[in-house]
C-alpha cells in the first residue's frame, strides 16, 4: 500500500487525518501490508515528522515515509539511472540572481529587478548539487539531475514528468496499490502509462469549483487535469452519493466510483451522551478560513439575540480570518455569545457537552467535523451544503437542513430547535450518534477491503498518439434537435470499426474549466456500405452555466490521456446550424464548434 500526498504540514486538515486513520485501520483489522506515505514537497524535514507522528500515535512505527528529495539525496549514482528521462541538453545556464535559501537542501535564485523565481537548486548533505530546476530563457522549464559527482544525469521539461519518474522508479513492491489523496499529485499521476500498480484516487472535496449551481459549471482549477482524465484512474472513492451523481452528470459511466468515505477516530461515538446540556450552546469545529463562512453563524446569533433567544456559539480552530471574525463579533456586540478559543485538545469533551452544532461552507466532501459532533450526540442544524449533509442528516429526525446560505433561515431553524420538547432533542441524538457508527474504522476498514478485493487487472496505455494527431474527418455531419438537447450524426469513410464503436464525443470549452463526456450510454451505431454512423445525444443541461461560451468538440477513445482528443473535422459544404438555442459552426481551421445563446 502507497498512500500519496504533497507533504505533511504541522497543523494537518482533513485530508491528512483521514489518511493517516485509514492507514491505521488497514494496520489494525487487515492482513499485514507494508505502508508506505510518499510525499513531495521540498520543505519537510521527514525525521522530525515521523518521529512527531509516533509521539503524537498517529503512525505506526512500521510505516515507511519517503519524501522525494530525502530519497533522491541518498541514492547512488546507479540507484538514480532508474529514474527515466531525456538526456540532458547543453548548454545548461549558470546561476544567476539573488540568492535565497529556504531550507539547509533548498535555494531559490530570483531575478533581481522582478522577484520572479528563475532557478531552484535541490541540495545534497554534502553541499553537491542535486537536481536543478531551471526557466531557461530559450528552452523554457527543465529539470536537470545530477550525479554525486556532478554531471548532468537526465533531464525532464516538466514537473510532472519528473515526479512521475520518481513514482515509477519507487514502487516496486508487488503486487501493490498508490492511493492518492493530493489534489496537486492526482493533477500527474494519472499520466504514467506502463504502471505496475492499481491507482486509487480518494476525493476529499469537491470537484466544481461553484457545486451549489448544480452539476454542470466549471471545475476546480487544482481538479482540472484529474477530471480530463477521470477513468485513468482505476477506481476513485467519493465520499457521498450526492457528489457520485454529480460526476455522472458530466457523462462519466461511473463504472469506477466508489463509496469509500474518511473515518471518525475509535470511541468518537459515545455509547450514552449526557442527555443534560444547556439548549442553546452551539458548537462549530472549523478552520477559520473564508470557505467556512463562519460569519454566517455569528450572525445568526445576533439576530437571535435580537429576537430574545439565549444561544452561545463556541469555534473551534485556528486561521488567517481570525482578525476579521473578532472585529465582527465586537461590531455586533457578541462578547458574551460567541467564543474563539483557537485549537484546543478537548473537543470530544466540549461536543459532548454542546447542544447543537453548526456547519456553513461554501462546499464540503464529507465532512469530518459534522461526523464528530453527531457522534458526541450534538444536533446538527447546517446549511444545504454539496457535499455531505444529505448523505447524513434525516430531516427532524438527527438534525436539520436549511436552504445554503440563508442566515435568517438558519437562526429560525436553531429559534425551533430550542422549542423542541426534551423527548424530541433525546431521541434526536441517539439517532444522530446511530447515523455514523459506519463511518467508524472497522465498517470503514471493511468498505476499502472489500473495494480492494474487486480491483480490476493493472493497466497500461497506449499514449505514443498526443495533441498533435490530425482530426476525425467526417462525410456528413446532422445535427437535429432531439427531446432535451441536439442529436448529432457523424459519418465517416475510413475508419476502423472497432475504434469507431470505442470513441466518445468531448465537448470542451473554449475558456472555462468545464466539459462534458457523451460516450456509449447514447451511443448508438449502424454501417452504410463501409461508413460508420456514430449518434451522439447532447442535453441542453451541459450548458447551463455556460451560456455564450465557446466549445469544442471532440472524439476520444476511454482512457486515452487528455491530450490525445482529436477534433472533429466537418464536410467541406457544411454550414452553421442552430439546435435549439445554440449555434453549432465550422471554425476557421474547419473543425466542429458550439456556442449556446439560451
Known amino acids: 500500500m502507497y498512500n500519496v500526498l504533497w507533504g505533511i504540514p504541522e497543523s494537518m486538515g482533513g485530508m491528512t487525518t483521514a489518511a493517516l486513520r485509514r492507514i491505521r485501520s488497514f494496520q489494525n483489522y487487515g492482513s499485514p501490508l507494508s505502508q508506505t506515505i510518499l510525499t513531495f514537497s521540498p520543505r519537510m524535514d521527514t525525521d522530525e515528522i515521523r518521529d512527531r507522528l509516533i509521539s503524537q500515535r498517529k503512525m505506526r512505527e512500521d510505516v515507511e515515509l519517503v519524501n522525494i528529495w530525502h530519497d533522491l539525496r541518498g541514492r547512488s549514482e546507479a540507484e538514480l539511472t532508474l529514474l527515466e528521462g531525456e538526456s540532458p541538453r547543453t548548454p545548461i545556464p549558470d546561476e544567476d540572481g539573488e540568492l535565497e535559501n529556504i531550507t539547509a537542501f533548498y535555494d531559490v535564485f530570483r531575478n533581481s529587478r522582478t522577484g520572479r523565481v528563475m532557478r531552484r537548486n535541490y541540495m545534497r548533505g554534502d553541499g553537491s548539487l542535486l537536481l536543478a530546476d531551471i526557466e531557461d530563457p530559450k528552452l523554457g522549464r527543465r529539470f536537470i539531475l545530477h550525479s554525486p559527482a556532478g554531471e548532468p544525469m537526465a533531464e525532464w521539461r516538466r514537473p510532472r514528468d519528473f515526479y512521475n519518474a520518481w513514482v515509477t522508479a519507487t514502487v516496486t513492491k508487488s503486487p501493490a496499490v498508490v492511493i492518492v489523496d493530493d489534489k496537486k499529485v492526482s493533477e500527474f499521476i494519472h499520466e504514467i502509462s506502463n504502471r505496475n500498480f492499481a491507482l486509487i484516487l480518494f476525493l476529499h472535496g469537491s470537484h466544481l469549483r461553484q457545486p451549489w449551481n448544480g452539476d454542470h459549471g466549471q471545475l476546480l482549477r487544482a481538479r482540472t487535469d484529474t477530471m480530463r482524465n477521470f477513468d485513468r484512474f482505476d477506481i476513485v472513492g467519493v465520499q457521498t452519493q450526492q457528489q457520485a451523481e454529480a460526476i455522472r452528470a458530466m457523462g462519466f459511466s461511473g463504472d469506477n466510483i466508489r463509496l469509500l468515505t474518511g473515518e ?88 459532548t457537552a454542546a447542544s447543537f452544532s453548526t456547519l456553513t461552507s461554501t462546499s464540503e466532501g464529507l465532512p469530518l467535523s459534522l461526523l464528530e459532533a453527531m457522534g ?106 432531439s427531446h432535451r438537447g441536439c442529436r448529432i450524426d457523424l459519418e465517416f469513410a475510413n475508419i476502423d470499426r472497432e475504434v469507431a464503436e470505442s470513441l466518445e464525443l468531448v465537448i470542451s470549452a473554449r475558456k472555462l474549466d468545464t466539459f462534458f463526456v457523451r460516450g456509449s450510454a447514447s451511443l448508438s451505431r449502424r454501417t452504410m456500405g463501409r461508413r460508420q454512423m456514430l449518434t451522439f445525444i447532447v442535453e441542453d443541461e451541459h450548458f447551463s452555466e455556460s451560456i455564450g461560451e465557446i466549445f469544442d468538440v471532440y472524439l476520444r477513445r476511454p482512457h486515452d490521456l487528455w491530450t490525445s482528443k482529436r477534433r472533429i473535422q466537418t464536410p467541406k459544404r457544411f454550414h452553421s446550424v442552430n439546435v435549439r438555442g445554440k449555434e453549432w459552426y465550422s471554425t476557421k481551421h474547419g473543425n466542429l464548434s458550439v456556442r449556446p445563446f439560451a
Open 264 to 351: 471518525l477516530p475509535q470511541g468518537s461515538v459515545v455509547s450514552e451522551p449526557p442527555m443534560r446540556r444547556d439548549m442553546g450552546n452551539a458548537v462549530m469545529v472549523a478552520n477559520l478560513i473564508d470557505l467556512k463562512r463562519i460569519e454566517h453563524p455569528i450572525r445568526a446569533v445576533a439576530k437571535l439575540r435580537d429576537r430574545g433567544v439565549a444561544v452561545s456559539l463556541t469555534v473551534l480552530g485556528e486561521g488567517p480570518a481570525r482578525p476579521k471574525l473578532e472585529a465582527l463579533v465586537d461590531e455586533l456586540g457578541l462578547g458574551d455569545h460567541v467564543e474563539l478559543p483557537g485549537y484546543v485538545n478537548d473537543v470530544h469533551e466540549r461536543l
Open 376 to 481: 458526541a450526540g450534538c444536533v446538527p442544524i447546517v446549511y444545504d451544503i454539496t457535499y455531505g449533509p444529505r448523505d447524513l442528516i434525516d430531516q427532524a429526525d438527527n438534525g436539520f437542513i436549511t436552504p445554503w446560505s440563508d442566515i435568517d433561515a438558519l437562526a429560525d431553524q436553531i429559534e425551533k430547535f430550542l422549542s423542541l420538547k426534551a423527548e424530541t432533542v433525546a431521541e434526536m441524538r441517539s439517532y444522530a450518534m446511530k447515523t455514523v457508527e459506519r463511518y467508524l474504522p472497522e465498517p470503514g476498514y471493511q468498505r476499502w477491503k472489500t473495494v480492494l478485493e474487486q480491483l480490476p487487472p493493472t493497466r497500461s496505455y497506449d499514449d505514443r498518439s498526443g495533441h498533435s494527431s490530425p482530426p476525425f474527418a467526417v462525410k456528413k455531419l446532422n445535427l437535429v434537435p
